[in-house]
């Protein structure tokens, strides 16, 4: 195989880890009219601790009844974020590809279409950032890797050094 390899960081850059990200729940309740089953949202792998006590790793978007989203959504922003960069909200697929291609940002990756664009991801905590909790170190609902949905799409695995 000829093609250039892609490495996948995620959302970066990771000076910090984020204490709290809401994208997720606000993902899943602009969302909700769109999905109708609320489940959708939840990694049936995210129902035990520590994971499932992150705050982190689950945001509530309704309380009656209660539902959560356990995935990091970290492109569907509110619309007020001065990071355009990351807002698909409004945007067709075409145009968000082109935003990322034409960002100029290294933390994106290589990009050369809708198969290359990462919109969902289980959460994960890789051992080579010092800022994630020590009990949340080299954590993911997957063994060795996550879970990946792209904007195409399709779903993955991805299996990442560092985790378990």
Not at 99 to 111: A, K
Request: proline share 9%.
């Amino acid at each position: 195989d000829d093609r250039p390899l892609k490495v996948s960081l995620g959302y970066m850059p990771w000076s910090t880890w984020p204490p709290y990200d809401v994208r997720g729940g606000w993902a899943g309740l602009a969302l909700s009219n769109y999905i109708a089953n609320s489940r959708v949202w939840d990694c049936p792998a995210m129902l035990t601790p520590p994971l499932s006590t992150a705050v982190q790793c689950s945001q509530v978007y309704t309380t009656n009844p209660v539902s959560t989203v356990t995935y990091w959504l970290w492109r569907f922003d509110q619309t007020n974020d001065p990071v355009t960069l990351i807002d698909f909200w409004g945007k067709t697929a075409e145009k968000a590809v082109y935003d990322l291609e034409n960002s100029g940002n290294s933390t994106v990756g290589i990009i050369s279409g809708v198969s290359d664009v990462e919109i969902a991801v289980d959460p994960y905590f890789p051992r080579a950032i010092p800022t994630v909790a020590p009990n949340l170190s080299g954590l993911t609902p997957h063994h060795g890797g996550r879970m990946r949905v792209f904007l195409d799409g399709h779903a993955d695995f991805e299996r990442y050094p560092g985790l378990q």
